[in-house]
């Protein structure tokens, strides 16, 4: 069974600091692997699509990467601004499973002025 | 383009109660999926439509049911409602080559 795990759970910086969100899965049989930003209270906004054969992928001062053989995928957000503030979650697609989506539970950003 | 719409946003419903919600997939999209996700936690798959048919799903109760139109849109439909069903309701987009998903803004449920 796969299951998709986010460390850590919050992290607060201060304004202008690089940082790097984890999450690690089980099975390394994945389709791909998505990074979704989550504002209080609202839906998921799609930041980078990573496929099961790709090692990164890169949008403005963000950067996913992922190694399939250790079970992990790294965001790296350059710069970081008080509007980056929003809960981060990664998601795995099952290899030969086109439909369901499996979360991290999500590390929550602070960025402070 | 409007992206993946959602209604209603907010709703309150009364413990024992049936609710219908409402998704409309992005232009294009074929493929719907609904996600239950409680405060604090990661969303959870409940199931995914295509061609008008249930083709996977989530471990959640024959109380959640849903429906796809020919149009693509979809319908969660929850009946006999729980205090444990309050979450925020996502329904998700995609083609069915598994590629980019794309979530609604949600459907705030609170049993009360």
């Known amino acids: 069974k796969q299951e998709v795990t986010q460390i850590p759970a919050a992290l607060s910086v201060p304004e202008g600091e690089n940082l790097v969100l984890n999450c690690s899965f089980t099975d390394s049989a994945i389709y791909n692997l998505q990074w979704f930003r989550q504002d209080p209270g609202k839906g998921l906004t799609s930041l980078l699509l990573?496929?099961?054969?790709?090692r990164e992928q890169t949008s403005g001062r963000l950067n996913a990467s992922l190694d399939k053989s250790s079970g992990r995928s790294t965001l790296y957000i350059a710069a970081s601004q008080p509007g980056d503030s929003a809960t981060y979650l990664c998601?795995?697609?099952?290899?030969?499973?086109?439909?369901?989506?499996?979360f991290g539970q999500g590390t929550t950003l602070q960025v402070k002025p | 383009d409007a992206g993946v719409t959602q209604s209603p946003t907010h709703l309150i419903k009364t413990r024992g109660q049936q609710v219908t919600l409402r998704c409309s997939p992005k232009?294009?999209?074929?493929?719907v999926s609904w996600y239950q996700q409680a405060l604090g936690q990661g969303p959870q798959f409940i199931f995914q439509y295509y061609e008008e048919e249930e083709r996977q799903r989530g471990n959640f109760p024959d109380r959640f049911s849903g429906h796809q139109f020919p149009n693509y849109s979809s319908e969660l439909n929850v009946n006999a409602l729980l205090l444990g069903d309050s979450a925020l309701y996502l329904c998700a987009s995609s083609l069915r080559t598994g590629e980019t998903t794309f979530f609604g803004q949600g459907t705030r449920l609170t049993v009360v």
């Open positions: 232009s294009g999209h074929d493929t």
């Open positions: 990573i496929q099961s054969s790709q």
């Open positions: 998601a795995v697609r099952a290899r030969g499973n086109t439909g369901k989506l499996i």
